[in-house]
């Protein structure tokens, strides 16, 4: 951002400035007018600045805040990390499983063996036992692969937030990189403004002094006389 303000003319040529100094110097006004002077004129001037720099050290805090709560969103997203193990086998489950066929196919050889032979009787027990212990078997499988599935979404939920908090954290130091080398430029700016202010003022002040000086011992003189 740079000033629609410009310098007045006597401030930009040093002879100008130094002609007001010395007419200032012999005249009976003090320094202090001028000087207020050159001080509003840079103050006008670099207000644009002052102004960017207050908008980066903002944006830098504002940064530091993001930055912040994205490290804690990873250590808290860390500490609720998924293990990678698979889950178990229903070992209990299937051992249920094959001993509720057994009973079943126990049942049946009972209670049809009084109604057919029992070659027949232990056919069908067997058919009752297998039908029930391939569908015991499945029911497990299939909560097995169900437990596989949620823990593989939620591998993928916890991947996938915890890929785009890296580029957010990554993201937020570039740009707060940026902020600071853009603050250091402009400060650099206004210290070199404030220093030329300076100098200017140390030169209105040495030729002020060195006016009203003569001035001085020229009034001697005619006092003497």
């Given at each position: 951002m740079q000033s629609a303000y410009t310098l007045p003319l006597w401030l930009t040529d040093e002879q100008i400035l130094r002609d007001e100094a010395v007419l200032f110097g012999l005249s009976e006004s003090p320094p202090d007018e001028k000087i207020a002077a050159i001080r509003s004129?840079?103050?006008?001037?670099?207000?644009?600045?002052?102004?960017?720099?207050?908008?980066?050290?903002?944006a830098i805090g504002n940064l530091n805040l993001l930055l912040e709560i994205t490290d804690s969103q990873l250590t808290n997203l860390k500490s609720d990390a998924p293990s990678g193990t698979l889950p178990n086998w229903p070992i209990g489950q299937f051992l249920l499983s094959l001993l509720a066929s057994l009973l079943l196919c126990a049942g049946t050889y009972l209670g049809t063996l009084w109604l057919v032979d029992a070659p027949l009787a232990l056919l069908m027990a067997g058919l009752a036992g297998a039908g029930a212990g391939v569908g015991f078997?499945?029911?497990?499988?299939?909560?097995?692969?169900?437990?596989?599935?949620?823990?593989?979404?939620?591998?993928?939920?916890?991947?996938?937030?915890?890929?785009?908090?890296?580029?957010?954290?990554?993201?937020?130091?570039?740009?707060?990189?940026?902020?600071?080398?853009?603050?250091?430029?402009?400060?650099?700016?206004?210290?070199?403004?404030?220093?030329?202010?300076?100098?200017?003022?140390?030169?209105?002040?040495?030729?002020?002094?060195?006016?009203?000086?003569?001035?001085?011992?020229?009034?001697?003189?005619?006092?003497?006389?």
């Open positions: 004129a840079f103050a006008a001037l670099t207000a644009p600045l002052e102004k960017q720099i207050e908008q980066h050290h903002e078997l499945l029911m497990s499988l299939a909560g097995y692969k169900s437990a596989l599935a949620r823990n593989a979404f939620r591998e993928q939920q916890y991947n996938e937030t915890h890929r785009q908090l890296l580029t957010d954290r990554t993201n937020g130091q570039l740009e707060k990189q940026t902020q600071i080398e853009q603050l250091y430029k402009v400060e650099a700016a206004l210290n070199q403004q404030q220093a030329h202010r300076d100098w200017l003022i140390r030169l209105f002040n040495s030729e002020f002094d060195l006016a009203r000086s003569l001035r001085h011992q020229v009034r001697g003189q005619y006092i003497d006389l």
